[in-house]
C-alpha cells in the first residue's frame, strides 16, 4: 500500500464515520417498514385467495390493506432506503463528509412520523385513493419538510464535492433528488389541493406514478450499479463515453412516457401515444445501460461468486432490462388490450420497486454497512438464506405474475367467459403470488437479524471486527483517469 | 460531464417541459370541458350526483375500491367491454367533469363498475342486490372472491316488533338467525346509492364519433 493509497483508505474511513448513523437510522427504519409492507402485501394476497381472511373489520378489509402495503413498501422502504444510500454514494463521490448528519436525525424522526400516520389514515378510512398518494392531505407537508432537509443535505454535499469529475451514479442522485418533490408537490397540488377536472387527474397520477418509478427508483438502482461495479471488480465501466447520452436519453424520455399508462382509457389518444412513443425510444438508453454494465461483468463469473453485492446488482441489472422490457411491451396496443387491469400490470411496477431497486439496495447494504461499523456480517448462511429468497421470489413472482396476468387477461378478453370463472382459474394463481411473497419475506426477516448484529450497539458487541481487503485498484489507462471513479 | 450547473439546467428542463407537454397541454385541451346541453330535453349532461351518492362516493374512496375495481370502459374493439356488458359505449372524458375525484382505476380483478346501477345493462342491479353483495357476496355471485363488507351492516334484535323498513332480505345460509334482522348503516346505504347512480346513459352527439374504430380504407380507395 502506497501512501497515496492509505491516504485515500483515511479520507474513505472519515466519510464513513460521518455518514454512519444518519446511514443505520435510515436503513434501519427502512428495514422495519419492509417486513411490515411485506407482511401487509401478504395479508392482501392471500385476501384474494381466502376472501374471509381478516374481513371482519374495517381497518383490514382488502381495499384498505392492498393501499397500506403499497405505501409501506414505497414510502417506508423505499424511500428510506434510499436516503441512507443516496447521502451516504454522494459523500463518497464527492469526497467530502456528510456535515450536520444531527439534522438528518431529524429529517429520518419527520418522514418515519409522516408515513407512520399516512398509513394510519389509510387504514382508518381517509385514503385518498389516488394511486401512490393515498395518503391523506395531512401528511404532506410533514413528509416535503422532511424530504426537503434530506435533498439539500444531498445536494450541498454535491456543491461542496472535491473531485474534478462527476461521475455517473452522481448523475442519477443528483437527478433523483430534484425530481422526486417537484413530482410529489405538482402531484399534491394538482390532485388534492386544487383538482384538475375530470379525467385529467388520473393523468396527473399517471404521470407522477411513472414519475416516481422512473425517475426516483430506477435512477437510484443504475447509481448503485455503476458505483459497485467498477469499485468491486477494479475496472472501469465498459464503453463509459455512452453513460452520458444514455442518461439523458433515459430520464429524458421517461419524463413523458407516463400517458402510456392510460392506453384505452378516456382520455385524448395522443397523451397514450406519446407515451408509447417515449416507451419505444427508451430501447436505446436501455441497450446503452445494458452494453455499459453487463459489459463491465462479462467473463467476471469467479467475483460474482465472491461478491454478495455483485450478485444482488447483477438482478438488478436483470429486473432493469425485463422492466423496460414489459414497459415497452405494454405500449403495444395489441398486447396492451389483452393484459391492461390484470396481474401483468402490477408485474410492470413491481420489477421496478423490487426486482431492480430493492435487490440494488440490498446488494449497496452488504457493502456498505460492514464499512460503516467496522463488523463483519455475523452470519453467512443468513446472508445466503436471504440471497437465495430474493433470487427465488423474484423469479417465482414474475413467472406468476406474467403467466397469471396472461390467463386472466385472455379469459377478460372473451365476453363469454363469466367473470366468475376468471376469479376462479385466477386462485391458483394468487396463492402462486402468496407463496412468492412469503419466500421474500422469509429472506428478508433473515437480513434483519444480520442488520440487527451489526448495526444495533447492543447485540452487535459479540459481532467480529471487519477486515477489509484492499479494493481492487481501478485499472484506468491514462486517458480515462480523470473521468471520475472515485 | 464536469458541470454542475449544465447537470442542473437539465435535470430542471426534463421535468419542466415533461410538466408542460404533458399535463398542461391536457389541461388546455379538457380542462375547459362543459357540461352538454341536449337540446330537445334541455338538460344538463353529465349530471351531478345526489347528495346521498356523494357521500357513497366517499365510501368508495375510503375502503379502497378502486384496488379491485376501473370506472372506464375501453372502446368497441380494445378489450371485451361492451360485450360484457360494463357499458353501452365507451366513456368519453366529458362523463368524468362533475366527479370531484376520478377514479378510473388500473385493476380488473374485479368487474368495471362505470355502469354498475345501470339497470338497462344489469336487470338486477337494484338495491337489494347491491345490499346482498356487500353484505355476503357469496349470496349473489357464487364463487367470488369479493371480500364481504359486513361491518357496513348491523345485526338488531326482533324482540317481536316487525321487522324494520330498511332490513335486508336474504335467504338460505347467509339469512340471519330468527328473531334477528340485518339492517344497513348509512354508510351502507350512501354506498349503494352511488353504485346505483353509476350510469352513464346519455351518448353524446359531439363525442359519438369520437372512439369509434378507425374507417378501414376500401380496396382501390385513397
Redesign the interface.
Known amino acids: 500500500m502506497n501512501s497515496t493509497e492509505s491516504n485515500a483508505r483515511a479520507e474513505q474511513a472519515e466519510i464513513d464515520a460521518s455518514a454512519k448513523w444518519p446511514v443505520l437510522v435510515f436503513f434501519g427504519s427502512a428495514l422495519v417498514w419492509l417486513l411490515l409492507g411485506g407482511a401487509l402485501q401478504l395479508i392482501a394476497s392471500i385476501?384474494?385467495?381466502t376472501?374471509?381472511f381478516l374481513?371482519?373489520?374495517?381497518w383490514t378489509?382488502?381495499?384498505?390493506i392492498?393501499?397500506a402495503a403499497q405505501n409501506a413498501l414505497v414510502y417506508g422502504w423505499g424511500m428510506n432506503a434510499a436516503f441512507a444510500f443516496g447521502l451516504w454514494l454522494m459523500a463518497r463521490l464527492s469526497a467530502t463528509t456528510l456535515r450536520h448528519g444531527g439534522w438528518l436525525f431529524v429529517a429520518a424522526k419527520f418522514w418515519n412520523v409522516g408515513v407512520t400516520l399516512g398509513i394510519l389514515g389509510?387504514l382508518g378510512?381517509?385514503?385518498?385513493?389516488?394511486?401512490l398518494l393515498?395518503m391523506p392531505r395531512y401528511v404532506t407537508l410533514i413528509l416535503l419538510v422532511a424530504y426537503a432537509l434530506v435533498g439539500v443535505w444531498a445536494v450541498t454535499t454535491?456543491?461542496i464535492r472535491n473531485t474534478?469529475?462527476?461521475y455517473a451514479s452522481q448523475?442519477y442522485l443528483?437527478?433523483a433528488a430534484?425530481?422526486f418533490p417537484?413530482?410529489y408537490a405538482?402531484a399534491q397540488i394538482?390532485l388534492l389541493k386544487a383538482?384538475?377536472?375530470?379525467?385529467?387527474?388520473?393523468?396527473?397520477n399517471a404521470?407522477y406514478v411513472h414519475?416516481l418509478y422512473g425517475?426516483w427508483f430506477i435512477p437510484m438502482a443504475l447509481a448503485a450499479a455503476y458505483y459497485f461495479l467498477p469499485k468491486i471488480l477494479g475496472k472501469p465501466i465498459a464503453n463509459y463515453y455512452l453513460a452520458?447520452l444514455a442518461f439523458?436519453w433515459l430520464?429524458?424520455t421517461t419524463?413523458?412516457a407516463?400517458?402510456s399508462?392510460l392506453i384505452?382509457?378516456?382520455?385524448?389518444v395522443w397523451?397514450s401515444t406519446?407515451g408509447g412513443a417515449a416507451n419505444f425510444l427508451l430501447v436505446v438508453p436501455v441497450v446503452v445501460i445494458a452494453i455499459n454494465l453487463l459489459g463491465t461483468l462479462a467473463g467476471q463469473t469467479a467475483a460474482l461468486g465472491r461478491s454478495i453485492t455483485l450478485r444482488f446488482i447483477l438482478i438488478s441489472i436483470l429486473g432493469f432490462i425485463l422492466a423496460s422490457g414489459l414497459n415497452f411491451a405494454l405500449s403495444i396496443?395489441g398486447f396492451a388490450?389483452?393484459v391492461?387491469?390484470?396481474l401483468v400490470?402490477?408485474l410492470r411496477d413491481w420489477l421496478i420497486l423490487y426486482a431492480t431497486f430493492s435487490t440494488a439496495m440490498f446488494g449497496a447494504a452488504y457493502f456498505i454497512l460492514p464499512r460503516l461499523t467496522g463488523r463483519e456480517w455475523r452470519s453467512s448462511a443468513l446472508v445466503k438464506a436471504h440471497f437465495g429468497s430474493a433470487a427465488l421470489g423474484v423469479i417465482l413472482l414474475t413467472v406468476g405474475l406474467a403467466y397469471g396476468g396472461y390467463v386472466q387477461g385472455q379469459m377478460?378478453?372473451?365476453?363469454k367467459v363469466p367473470?366468475?370463472?376468471i376469479?376462479?382459474a385466477?386462485?391458483f394463481w394468487?396463492a402462486f403470488r402468496s407463496v412468492g411473497l412469503l419466500v421474500l419475506l422469509i429472506g428478508h426477516v433473515a437480513f434483519l437479524i444480520n442488520f440487527a448484529w451489526i448495526a444495533c450497539p447492543i447485540c452487535s458487541n459479540e459481532t467480529e471486527t471487519a477486515q477489509f481487503r484492499t479494493p481492487p485498484a481501478l485499472n484506468l489507462p491514462k486517458a480515462h483517469a480523470a473521468e471520475g471513479h472515485a | 460531464m464536469k458541470n454542475g450547473l449544465a447537470l442542473f439546467l437539465g435535470v430542471f428542463a426534463i421535468l419542466g417541459l415533461s410538466w408542460a407537454g404533458l399535463l398542461l397541454s391536457a389541461h388546455r385541451q379538457l380542462g375547459s370541458l362543459s357540461q352538454f346541453k341536449d337540446p330537445v330535453e334541455e338538460t344538463l349532461y353529465p349530471q351531478p350526483l345526489s347528495g346521498l351518492a356523494n357521500q357513497g362516493r366517499l365510501v368508495y374512496q375510503d375502503l379502497g375500491c378502486v384496488s379491485c375495481h376501473t370506472q372506464q370502459v375501453r372502446h368497441e374493439g380494445f378489450g371485451s367491454d361492451i360485450e360484457r356488458k360494463w357499458g353501452q359505449r365507451a366513456s368519453y372524458a366529458r362523463d368524468y367533469i362533475r366527479e370531484s375525484s376520478v377514479l378510473i382505476g388500473q385493476s380488473r380483478i374485479g368487474p368495471d363498475l362505470r355502469n354498475a346501477g345501470s339497470t338497462e345493462l344489469h336487470s338486477y342491479a337494484d338495491a337489494d342486490y347491491f345490499y346482498s353483495l356487500l353484505y355476503a357476496p357469496q349470496s349473489v355471485a357464487p364463487g367470488t372472491n369479493m371480500p364481504s363488507y359486513a361491518f357496513l351492516f348491523e345485526t338488531h334484535a326482533l324482540a317481536g316488533r316487525q321487522p324494520s323498513y330498511g332490513a335486508i332480505k336474504l335467504t338460505g345460509r347467509y339469512a340471519p338467525a330468527a328473531g334477528y334482522e340485518i339492517v344497513p348503516t348509512a354508510r351502507a346505504r350512501a354506498l349503494v346509492a352511488y353504485l346505483q347512480s353509476l350510469k352513464d346513459t346519455y351518448d353524446y352527439p359531439t363525442e359519438r364519433n369520437l372512439n369509434a374504430p378507425a374507417e378501414t380504407a376500401k380496396e382501390g380507395g385513397h
Request: one cysteine or more.
Open positions: 385476501q384474494l385467495h376472501p374471509t374481513s371482519a373489520c374495517a378489509t382488502h381495499g384498505r392492498v393501499p389509510i378510512g381517509y385514503s385518498t385513493s389516488f394511486e393515498e454535491f456543491s474534478e469529475n462527476v448523475w443528483f437527478g430534484f425530481w417537484w413530482l405538482i394538482m383538482p384538475v377536472r375530470g379525467v385529467l387527474q388520473p393523468l396527473v404521470w414519475g425517475l452520458p439523458w430520464v429524458g419524463a413523458f407516463g400517458g399508462r384505452g382509457s378516456p382520455v385524448p397523451i406519446l396496443r388490450q389483452v391492461q387491469f390484470t400490470t402490477e377478460l378478453a372473451d365476453a367473470f366468475g370463472e376469479t376462479q385466477l386462485t394468487f
